[in-house]
């Protein structure tokens, strides 16, 4: 099992950047997939961004395709999600989830979820 503890959210205008990091416990972190996700008030949690084990592989939503970067530590245990060029549409609760299985962009792939961080973009 792991947990998982997610940090670095904020209030941040438009155009601004943020980091998100996402902690791990335990000594097999480089034997998850993780993915972060996000859930905005009244909608449905989305996928963000996903990365493989060793991180050969990434996968992002369309909506943040060029803007958003996901990265991992494995020395670390920890996932990062660089974000640049913030709108206000990218206000939520971020959360990132860990999978046992190999990379997928399906919230219901992932066994792990941590408790999230909310993330608020100004006009």
């Known amino acids: 099992q792991v947990q998982l503890v997610e940090s670095g959210g904020g209030l941040v205008q438009a155009g601004g950047s943020l980091r998100l990091s996402c902690a791990a416990s335990g000594r097999t972190f480089s034997s998850y997939s993780m993915g972060w996700f996000r859930q905005a008030p009244g909608k449905e949690r989305e996928f963000v961004a996903a990365i493989s084990r060793t991180a050969s592989t990434t996968y992002y939503a369309d909506s943040v395709k060029g803007r958003f970067t996901i990265s991992r530590d494995n020395a670390k245990n920890t996932v990062y999600l660089e974000m640049s060029s913030l709108k206000p549409e990218d206000t939520a609760v971020y959360y990132c989830?860990?999978?046992?299985?190999?990379?997928?962009?399906?919230?219901?792939?992932?066994?792990?979820w941590g408790q999230g961080t909310q993330v608020t973009v100004s006009s």
């Open positions: 989830a860990a999978s046992v299985k190999v990379v997928r962009t399906t919230s219901t792939w992932y066994d792990y």
